[in-house]
């Protein structure tokens, strides 16, 4: 049995943040109904790199986590689409949603309206800056975010323009955090029977995942410069060309660069580093940088990988994503599981029982708008009716 099974899950969400958060609920046992206007679907149904899909509304953008979940096309505008809506409050655990403040008023997404239909309900905002401040009100995507919290500014080379982070890891790093704000909320439910509302702001979760970055920042008042593939002081910590392309070293400590020099065949260089105090490593850099960058190029950077793994030197051949996918190593772990023809990642982790899977393969644009109405006591007739006057939209109908 998976930890939230039982659970149903309001997802009004769109494009990544909110709906990578539905995902992880919903991988983890939870009901999650997505629910979509009847005339604008999810953005991300029209986005990927398979056009037949997006014109199918079911683009790859939507397919990443829009798995297991049921979905529902309601127009919140009308009153009788709120109506159904606030029956479907009165049955759920958690709503989710990400609009702005004035679509949550046009559409009646109100916490305080919400919590009086359902007192215990977990509620979860995640907007692009929070529900408090200056900007509140603004809207954001995770590039936006981006350079507005600095990361852009901390990636990329010293001498350089600011270089965004190429895959939205702002916005599934916010439907992580969300995730896990929402399970606390649930555990602090079972234990005081109240409901809780939740404030996820992107800009916030920016500063989280790059929390070293900020702490340093915070204390000194200089932010850390980018240093590209190269760090400053370690010459252990960086990429350097092989025979046949890029590796990756993470010799961070002493002791790991030690081994490092050892692996090269630089035994006296690797007492040296190892007798040296960690202040004084710095001093060193340019030099072993360049005995390594000679030593390196000898041999393929598949060869380094191996090698400095086995003498306890984190490094990695530098990869494509095509190309890690394909290794063995992922083959072993629960993070891609297969739904119908459709791979997906699933979640990070995995347990000893009940982990996270898929229940079923992405689902179009209200295909269980049956369902979940009849689970109202919506009959076919009165879906028909509701139908007829755009209220909502089934596909099969």
Known sequence: MRPFEGLRVLDLTHVFAGPFCAYQLSVLGAE?????????????????????????????????????KRTLALDLKSEQGREVFDRLVATAEVLVQNYTSHAVEELGLEYDRL???????????????????PKAAHAAYDVVIQAFTGIMAANGQADGDPVRVGPAMVDYGTGAQAAMAISAALFG???????????VSMADCALMLMNSHTATTLATGHAPRPHGNQDPTLAGYATY?????????????????ANL??????????????????AQIRARREEDAAVLAEALATRTAAEWEDRLNAAHVPA????????????????????????GDMALAVAGFGFDHGGPSLDHAPRAHGADSRSVLAELGIGQSEFDALQDQGVVFSPSS
């Open 261 to 278: 020099m050892r692996v090269i065949g630089q035994d006296a260089r690797a007492d040296a580093i190892q007798a040296t105090p960690r």
């Open 32 to 68: 999650v109904i997505k629910i979509e206007p009847v005339g604008q679907h999810d953005m991300t149904r029209a986005e990927g790199a398979d056009t037949a899909l997006n014109a199918q509304g079911m683009g790859l953008s939507f397919q990443a986590q829009g798995g297991g």
């Open 115 to 133: 919590s009086a239909l359902k007192p215990d309900l977990i509620y979860c905002a995640i907007s692009g800056f929070g529900a408090t401040g």
């Open 189 to 199: 439910r079972s234990r005081n029977g109240l409901g809780r509302r939740i404030d």
């Open 241 to 257: 060309d092989t025979a046949d392309g890029q590796v990756m070293i993470g010799a961070f400590t002493n002791t790991q660069m």
């Open 316 to 339: 990695a051949r530098v990869r494509g994503l095509a190309e890690a996918l394909e290794e063995e190593q992922l083959a072993t772990r629960p993070v891609i599981q297969t739904a």
